[in-house]
């Protein structure tokens, strides 16, 4: 007898709304989103740095170094590229990471549709966008201040310098520092400045993909918890979903950070905090922890 012919009653329903399955559904969810659009976001990134580097003439960081600290073009320049950045390819992005988690977290309530338009989700959009602008502006001009500084204290020629830190453009203080380092102990082995000036632009690059990891993977994250907390209102608000809780859902490999480990598994009231103080994840860089909300009965 064909499967086909089986009447409905024997037909074996799996239980869907077991909390284990949910969160298991919750994590494989998430992945599979970053997983496509996180290299999208990636890819974006190290374009606009390769273009912003484009933009900078050596000379331009030459009179930098040779007058101070005049970043205020390179300020304005980037804020306003970062700005349409932000407009044209993170903020869609944002937008869809809301629309997937608010269905994955919401599957079963068949009849709700998530509205993005919405003056609490424009508001959230807006504000993360505005901050990411921010952000990623002061960063790099952090970044340039601190090789400014760093190559002042350098003995090489100011061509050579100037040239070291237009390779630079792009990373974080941090980055820049270390990149220095690495380039003075090149040279101090007795490498030409040729050569450690094409080994210190690939540790730049490396250290750009780093940045870009590290944005794309906050970034999305947290957008996606955000969506999942604002369907779940919008849910509310329209009488499909009474009072919830929230778990913390930690991914397996997440279970052994000192910060998310410990909240796996923990469960809250929708408007309390976790015990480390976060409403939601993500609670620090590269974190892909999700909330799980659950239907108080
Ligand atoms: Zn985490």
Not at 28 to 36: F, K, N, Q, R, V
Not at 187 to 204: I, N, P, S, T
Not at 216 to 227: C, F, I, Q
Request: with cysteine; net charge neutral.
């Amino acid at each position: 007898m064909s499967l086909l012919y089986m009447p409905a009653e024997f037909v074996y329903v799996r239980k869907t709304d077991s909390k284990d399955e949910r969160r298991e559904a919750m994590l494989t969810a998430i992945l599979a989103y970053l997983s496509t659009a996180e290299p999208k976001l990636i890819r974006a990134l190290k374009k606009l740095w390769t273009e912003q580097r484009e933009q900078v003439a050596i000379e331009t960081i030459q009179k930098q170094l040779n007058h101070g600290m005049l970043l205020i073009d390179l300020y304005t320049g980037w804020y306003t590229s970062y700005q349409t950045f932000v407009e044209n390819v993170t903020l869609p992005l944002y937008i869809s990471a809301m629309e997937h988690s608010s269905q994955s977290q919401l599957s079963s309530l068949q009849s709700f549709s998530f509205n993005t338009a919405s003056p609490t989700v424009l508001f959230w959009l807006t504000e993360r966008s505005q901050q990411l602008a921010d952000q990623l502006t002061r960063t790099q001009v952090n970044g340039v201040v601190q090789a400014i500084s760093g190559a002042s204290k350098l003995d090489y020629g100011a061509d050579e310098l100037a040239q070291l830190i237009h390779g630079m453009i792009g990373v974080t203080p941090r980055q820049a520092a270390a990149i220095e380092r690495y380039y003075d102990v090149l040279r101090g082995e007795g490498a030409k400045a040729d050569y450690a000036l094409r080994k210190a632009q690939q540790y730049a690059r490396k250290s750009l993909g780093y940045r870009a990891q590290t944005i794309t993977r906050t970034e999305l994250s947290n957008a996606y918890n955000e969506g999942s907390s604002q369907a779940v209102a919008q849910a509310q608000s329209q009488g499909l979903l009474g009072n919830v809780n929230k778990e913390w859902v930690t991914m397996h490999d997440e279970r052994v950070c000192p910060l998310c480990g410990p909240l796996d598994g923990v469960i809250v009231g929708r408007d309390e905090l976790f015990p480390s103080g976060f409403n939601a994840p993500g609670a620090h860089t590269n974190c892909r922890c999700v909330v799980l909300y659950s239907e108080v009965r």
